[in-house]
């Protein structure tokens, strides 16, 4: 069937791409959080499991997106299909509601949670990808602060919409609000999305079609992204596979104004579909990726940053009900107070980000991430040594908003890198981010869980946060270091 003309138009603008992203990150985080404030009622006192079934609930989530996480990237970026993912991991949730409204027994609600994980696994890629997808290096910041504003909106109501649901109606209230939920983000994405990768080509022709005005015009273009660009355009697999002294030298730049920025960080040709002669090393990418400096930092960041705030959300409910007797109403009106402090606050952090960039050049988005994990370090210190709800509330509230000064610039660097590097290995690059949450679900909630039932909520935080905060910081600063020793060996 043939679309309308404005419905085509509509359907081909980068801001519907944006708009439609936030939308579906905001149906993904409320699919997500509806069980968070139940799972101690439901678990503790109606299925009579553990305190440490808690963890292995959340790590359900986390491995069924490392299963989908480590495929959908490739198979993406292979097919140059990026609508077909989104459709799938709609549908999925419909599938997991389904199971979830029939759950009766704990292994019926891993199954649920396995398949909730895959779903957000895919449609969490592909949304990050194609922002970064129709819009270029160095102006990603705020656009995935927006993202998670969206994000947070869905963590602020999943837990209070959950938590009275299965007060009024049990299990099933909460399955059929997931199944609606599906079914209307896959009509969102079947009506309003286009190929995120069809609208990048149509930019690139307008963006030379308006540089072509004359032929010495077009030969200083064409000589500047020679100057950026690997000469290895024979062998794709080895532009991802620079070294890491060339990442230095392009990464490092200062950000560019979004009037010349436009045409100089999208790409000049349209992405080929991998060939089979290359097959062998395009299957590969994601390992090339992630030995690059630039992505390991951000890759440890997501690890971090997201491992925390699951753990969070395991241990969180646990505290409130263990405390403070919270029911899971009270709980999800918990979450919703947090949550709406996060919204307020993350433009800001997505401003800040981008400002930090074009003022003082890409490395300073490292030296940001780490001052982020200090910060978020004393809060969860602030959290865990909380005797009052009101302080407890404080504490969680500040770690939601510190979490972000991680992990938006660490998304964020994902796409600027790969737009700088010219690479067509955006999707895999971004399934390295949900690689990571997928890891971190898997084994950082079940480790909490269990300190928690042994040791206790405030040593249990505190050591996790201590070790954990440490390494990344560690990790994102290996690159700017690194290029700052570079530099001063070539002196």
């Known amino acids: 069937?043939?679309?309308?003309?404005?419905?085509?138009?509509?359907?081909?603008?980068?801001?519907?791409?944006?708009?439609?992203?936030?939308?579906?990150?905001l149906v993904n985080r409320l699919i997500y959080t509806l069980t968070i404030a139940c799972i101690p009622d439901l678990l503790q006192r109606v299925l009579h499991e553990p305190r440490s079934s808690n963890g292995v609930i959340t790590a359900a989530f986390g491995v069924g997106g490392l299963v989908a996480g480590c495929s959908i990237g490739y198979i993406s970026d292979r097919t140059q299909n990026r609508l077909v993912p989104q459709l799938v991991a709609a549908a999925l949730y419909v599938v997991a509601g389904?199971?979830?409204?029939y759950a009766k027994h704990?292994?019926?609600?891993?199954?649920?949670?396995?398949?909730?994980?895959?779903a957000s696994s895919i449609a969490d890629?592909?949304?990050?990808?194609?922002?970064?997808?129709?819009?270029?290096?160095?102006?990603?910041?705020?656009?995935?602060?927006?993202?998670?504003?969206?994000?947070?909106?869905?963590?602020?109501?999943?837990p209070l919409l959950g938590g009275k649901a299965y007060e009024k109606m049990g299990v099933g209230g909460i399955a059929i609000i997931a199944m609606g939920l599906g079914v209307a983000e896959f009509l969102l994405i079947l009506l309003f999305v286009r190929n995120s990768l069809d609208i990048r080509q149509t930019l690139v022709r307008n963006a030379a079609s308006s540089l072509s005005t004359s032929a010495s015009d077009l030969r200083v273009i064409e000589s500047t992204i020679t100057s950026r660009r690997p000469s290895t355009s024979d062998h794709p697999s080895e532009k991802v596979g620079a070294t890491t002294c060339n990442s230095c030298v392009s990464i490092s730049s200062t950000g560019s104004t979004p009037s010349d920025s436009d045409a100089s960080n999208l790409p000049t040709s349209k992405p080929e579909v991998i060939s089979s002669a290359s097959g062998a090393h395009s299957?590969?990418?994601?390992?090339?990726?992630?030995?690059?400096?630039?992505?390991?930092?951000?890759?440890?960041?997501?690890?971090?940053?997201?491992?925390?705030?699951?753990?969070?959300?395991?241990?969180?409910?646990?505290?409130?009900?263990?405390k403070f007797g919270d029911s899971p109403g009270d709980i999800g009106i918990a979450f919703m107070i947090v949550g709406g402090v996060l919204i307020l606050a993350m433009p800001a952090v997505g401003y800040i980000n981008d400002s930090v960039i074009s003022r003082h050049g890409e490395r300073?988005?490292?030296?940001?991430?780490?001052?982020?994990?200090?910060?978020?370090?004393?809060?969860?210190?602030?959290?865990?040594?909380?005797?009052?709800?009101?302080?407890?509330?404080?504490?969680?509230?500040?770690?939601?908003?510190?979490?972000?000064?991680?992990?938006?610039?660490?998304?964020?660097?994902?796409?600027?890198?790969?737009?700088s590097t010219g690479s067509h290995a955006m999707a895999q690059c971004y399934s390295l981010?949900?690689?990571?949450?997928?890891?971190?679900n898997i084994s950082l909630p079940p480790i909490a869980s269990g300190l928690y039932a042994i040791i206790g909520f405030l040593r249990m935080l505190m050591s996790m946060s201590t070790v954990l905060c440490t390494i990344c910081a560690i990790s994102v600063l290996a690159f700017p270091l690194h290029c700052y020793w570079r530099a001063r060996r070539d002196e």
Do not use: C
């Open 283 to 322: 299957s590969l990418q994601i390992v090339r990726l992630l030995l690059q400096l630039p992505v390991v930092g951000p890759t440890v960041s997501i690890f971090v940053g997201t491992g925390m705030q699951s753990v969070i959300e395991t241990v969180f409910p646990l505290r409130l009900y263990d």
């Open 106 to 118: 704990f292994h019926q609600i891993v199954a649920f949670r396995l398949i909730l994980g895959a």
């Open 364 to 419: 300073m988005r490292y030296y940001t991430i780490a001052v982020g994990v200090l910060m978020m370090l004393v809060s969860l210190s602030v959290t865990a040594v909380a005797g009052s709800y009101p302080v407890l509330i404080f504490g969680y509230a500040l770690f939601s908003i510190t979490s972000m000064l991680v992990i938006v610039p660490a998304q964020s660097a994902f796409g600027d890198y790969i737009n």
């Open 1 to 25: 069937m043939r679309l309308p003309h404005i419905a085509t138009k509509v359907r081909s603008k980068p801001a519907t791409i944006w708009v439609a992203s936030s939308l579906i990150a």
């Open 433 to 440: 981010a949900w690689i990571a949450e997928g890891m971190a």
């Open 98 to 101: 389904v199971v979830f409204f």
């Open 125 to 158: 890629t592909m949304l990050f990808t194609t922002v970064a997808d129709v819009y270029p290096a160095n102006l990603l910041g705020f656009k995935m602060a927006v993202l998670f504003v969206f994000d947070n909106i869905g963590n602020m109501l999943g």
